[in-house]
């Protein structure tokens, strides 16, 4: 069995149960060895912020040093999203194994087979189990007391919030929903609440003293009975289009207490006598919305629980220094936890001007609090993108969203999606007596209401688009879209390509003879599958579907000469619902160009300069954030002393690639040359010879990456770097200067002494480490790690390294274009050596152009690494190594190599450019 017949088998499973309760999903647990039984789980119910909320949880756990297994629903591109332990995906040949496994139960052979969500839930605790992990997460998927993840005992539980939703199933009420909800109620622990009113009355009546209630400072809703709740938050305000500030406080005899039952405790007190021990979280969200302030109490106050719980056992992160009482989570952890607890797709600012905005919410409430977020923000007119399921309340949805200007309606592209037509006579009814009454359109895909939305928008109008997770997931892909062009060499790199674009055996066994001058992996959605296979074969090109569920994006392998799938590109250009596709193709293969190949290419397809921007061929949107006024960023910072070297002179932004990043380690212990710089003459020294090799970049580094080494403290770090960055500036070095530092307060004072390029390690782990260097205009690195520093014993599962490191860093360039840093001033890093094999790193150097779907200039960093033990180079004999794979990089499209022995690897930059590039007459580079 592989992954396309396993994943088959789990979406042909039905969506909904023939019966109620939690027995089918026992009985597939049991078949598989009850892997639950021993998992410190926790269930987060609600029918609004339980995702987010799960993910905060998740997120906050992570950064107290626990292994956390996460599960939640829907998703967004992949089913294996749903199923994450320590933020990544479960891998394929689990999924594979899981379905072997259960492959009897799946069939129905001995019973009723499981539905979907139940199947997954099962996946997920199965993994959850064989991965070990500390605590489980499990967002609840519809009510509590029948939903397939209450198979489970939680060591904690939460209602977030309670509507009308779901009614044929949990009830007609508001308080038939809550008392359904609040099933999840733990044996032994809280259940956590951000209810109000006759919801929380009927919480109460099914938990009783358990409950602990989450509410905003002087809560006046009914059901509060006018006392403070348990844990108190405040809602500050947006900071940013990206982030809001918010506080939460409370006291954890509130935790322990409930956890004990709460006998010391009436239901409904006032909580005044359980703020003793008090506690206080500061800090920002990565999602604006006062909701988002309960949701982010009711996580903190689920995180405290899981670690008062005896059940669960944490060893802290040491880098925090901090010594709590037992199961008390530091301040620090919370703050970092909630800031980091990013998901796609919950009011998502993806541009400025004008304000994009994407958010899920596909019920009456939560439509009522996207409505109350965007009021937040300065606009002129809204123009909003509309798509719903059959079964939702689509005239509360209409009623709850803001005014707008303009309203295009398309039908989400799944099976479930309400017919474009339908909702946009829902939309016209609703605003019939309205003397303003928006213009409705209807469109045929999401693609060209998204498209006539922007264009009906000026510069200071919103956007949004809402009404469905599938068609926000569709829409997101216009600025996340990761349009691969493989290497394609012989037969063996086109069966490469067709198993990890998951065909079926079949589509592999024909696709293992198709070599052809180019191949593209490009991933649309279900509408738009058959559609462009149908024209695709007619224009005599390859093109294999992979086989999927109908409510889920195809990957698409197409191949085919250049000049023919130019021809295609053209001739999707008269199909409305293709043309993004189009846009899509002539990207992937380098925008425009002569006969020899697309512009940027040499005759072999090498990419021969920075690549352009995706979104390029799109029209606007391109460069999203631009406008550094807009974004309440400085831009350079006014009265800076700016280094010799201007913004122009980057060597991304200056056409002067590849080029080589020199070393410069000011750090006693770095794995290869620790020490020998750590003075600053030394280091200055250091420089000047790096540059006389012909450097082009010089990279300060104050922490050590190699795995095991212990973190530096700020301050040390500052007083390691910035002493170097001064004085190889006082020296009259001008060659651009990058900081390697993962911390924000590092940078900003690097920057400050001069330094042009920060270059992060960890992936932008800190949040303000991007926008520190958007306030400078500073280059900014981003490389792929699990963890930074290297945890030695951090081990990864890859099904396809290249599309996941890939898929990682497009979220984390993404991520520091909504901060305000511009993508051409982005360099993405695959990160050889942090969490990958010998073979994968190997792999990730072969296919480094498939990096450039990126937009990105392509760093590596391969200097003197383990990986090259596997080709039998043990420490200290990696020079030669190095200098191989520094040639073979270039050739595979790096544009900076990053190195310690600056002469030999750049002799083998020239040597790598003048084969592709050939000489000028005089015998320079050509």
């Not at 189990?129 to 998927?141: C, S």
């Not at 279900?526 to 024209?535: G, H, N, S, V, Y």
Request: aromatic share 4%; hydrophobic share 40%; proline share 6%.
């Amino acid at each position: 069995m592989d992954y396309s017949e396993a994943a088959g088998l789990l979406f042909g499973l039905d969506r909904y149960p023939p019966r109620r309760g939690t027995v089918a999903t026992a009985e597939l647990l049991d078949a598989l060895g009850n892997p639950h039984e021993d998992l410190a789980c926790v269930q987060v119910a609600g029918s609004n912020g339980k995702g987010t909320t799960a993910r905060m949880v998740e997120s906050t756990l992570r950064e107290a040093g626990a292994e956390v297994g996460l599960y939640t629903s829907p998703h967004t591109e992949d089913v294996r999203e749903r199923v994450r332990v320590q933020g990544r995906p479960i891998a394929k040949r689990a999924v594979v194994e899981f379905v072997a496994a259960a492959e009897g139960r799946l069939r129905g052979e001995t019973a009723a087979p499981p539905t979907f969500f139940e199947a997954t839930t099962a996946l997920a605790l199965w993994e959850f189990d064989r991965r070990g992990v500390d605590v489980a997460v499990l967002e609840v998927g519809i009510g509590g007391r029948y939903d397939a993840t209450s198979v489970v005992d939680p060591v904690a539980a939460a209602v977030t919030s309670v509507t009308l939703e779901h009614t044929e199933f949990l009830g007609d009420t508001v308080e038939e929903i809550a008392r359904d909800k609040a099933q999840v109620v733990p044996e032994r622990g809280p259940l956590i609440t951000a209810t109000d009113g006759a919801a929380l009355a009927a919480v109460r009546e099914v938990a009783g003293d358990q409950v602990v209630t989450v509410g905003r400072v002087g809560d006046d809703r009914e059901g509060h009975a006018g006392t403070e709740p348990d844990v108190r938050v405040a809602y500050g305000g947006r900071v940013d289009h990206v982030e809001a500030a918010v506080t939460v406080a409370g006291g954890d005899a509130a935790v322990e207490r409930a956890g004990d039952g709460g006998s010391e405790r009436e239901a409904g007190g006032t909580g005044d006598d359980l703020l003793a021990d008090s506690w206080r979280v500061g800090t920002r969200l990565p999602t604006p919305g006062a909701h988002q302030a309960e949701n982010a109490g009711v996580a903190t106050a689920l995180a405290r629980a899981v670690l008062v719980d005896d059940r669960v056992t944490v060893a802290l992160d040491p880098e925090f220094d901090l010594d709590p009482a037992p199961g008390v989570v530091p301040v620090a952890v919370a703050e970092r936890g909630l800031r980091r607890a990013r998901w796609p797709g919950r009011f998502e600012a993806l541009s400025t001007r004008p304000l994009v905005v994407l958010d899920g919410a596909h019920n009456p409430g939560a439509c009522e609090r996207l409505a109350e977020t965007l009021a937040e923000f300065d606009r002129a007119d809204c123009h909003l993108v509309l798509g719903a399921l059959v079964d939702k309340d689509h005239a509360g949805m209409v009623d709850a969203l803001p005014e707008a200007a303009t309203v295009h309606v398309c039908r989400p592209p799944v099976e479930r999606g309400e017919a474009a037509a339908t909702l946009a006579g829902v939309v016209a009814r609703s605003t019939d007596d309205d003397a303003t009454a928006p213009a409705v359109t209807t469109h045929e895909t999401a693609h060209a209401a998204v498209e006539a939305a922007l264009a009906a928008a000026d510069a200071e109008d919103g956007v949004l688009v809402t009404g469905s997770q599938y068609l926000v997931r569709e829409v997101r892909r216009r600025w996340s879209g990761l349009d691969r062009r493989p290497r394609v060499r012989d037969a063996d790199d086109a069966a490469r390509v067709a198993r990890e674009a998951d065909l079926s055996s079949e589509q592999r066994r024909a696709a293992a003879g198709e070599t052809l001058a180019r191949t593209l992996r490009l991933r649309v959605g279900p509408q738009l599958a058959a559609p462009l296979e149908r024209t695709a074969l007619a224009a005599d090109l390859v093109c294999r579907v992979a086989e999927t569920d109908d409510e889920e994006p195809r990957e698409v392998v197409l191949a085919g000469p250049v000049a023919g799938l130019r021809e295609f590109a053209a001739r999707l250009d008269d199909r409305a619902e293709l043309a993004p596709v189009a846009d899509r193709i002539r990207r992937a293969l380098g925008a425009s160009g002569g006969a020899d190949g697309p512009a940027g290419e040499d005759a072999g397809g090498r990419p021969l300069g920075p690549p352009a921007l995706p979104g390029a061929a799109a029209g606007d949107g391109t460069a999203v954030f631009r406008d550094a006024a807009a974004l309440g960023v400085a831009g350079a910072v006014e009265g800076r002393d700016r280094s010799p070297v201007g913004d122009d002179r980057l060597p991304w932004l200056a056409g002067e690639t590849p080029t080589v990043m020199g070393i410069v380690n000011v750090t006693p212990d770095s794995f290869h040359d620790g020490g020998q710089y750590d003075a600053v003459d030394a280091a200055v020294e250091r420089a000047h010879d790096l540059v006389e090799a012909g450097v082009g970049v010089l990279d300060v580094g104050g922490e050590s990456t190699r795995p095991g080494a212990d973190p530096v403290a700020v301050r040390r770090e500052i007083e390691r770097v910035r002493p170097v960055v001064e004085a190889i500036r006082e020296a009259g070095i001008d060659t651009p200067v990058s900081v390697d530092t993962r911390k924000a307060p590092v940078a900003r004072e690097a920057l400050e002494a001069g330094a042009d390029v920060v270059n992060d390690v960890s992936g932008l782990e800190d949040p303000d480490l991007p926008r520190v260097a958007a306030e400078y205009d500073a280059g900014l690195v981003v490389m792929h790690s699990l963890a930074a520093p290297v945890d030695p014993d951090r081990e990864a599962e890859y099904d396809d390294v290249v599309r996941e490191v890939a898929e990682w860093l497009r979220e984390r360039v993404l991520f520091a274009e909504r901060v305000g840093v511009d993508r051409e001033r982005v360099v993405v890093d695959p990160g050889l050596g942090f969490g990958k094999s010998a073979s994968e790193d190997f792999e990730l150097l072969d296919r480094l152009a498939e990096f450039r779907a990126l937009g990105c200039p392509v760093l590596v960093g391969h200097s003197h690494k383990s990986m090259f033990g596997a080709a039998g180079y043990e420490a200290g004999e990696r020079l030669e190594p190095t200098v191989a794979a520094t040639a073979l990089a270039v050739d595979r499209g790096a544009d900076v190599v990053r190195v310690h022995d600056a002469a030999e690897n750049v002799a083998a930059l020239r040597t790598a450019v003048a084969t592709r590039r050939g000489v000028d007459r005089d015998g320079t580079g050509g």
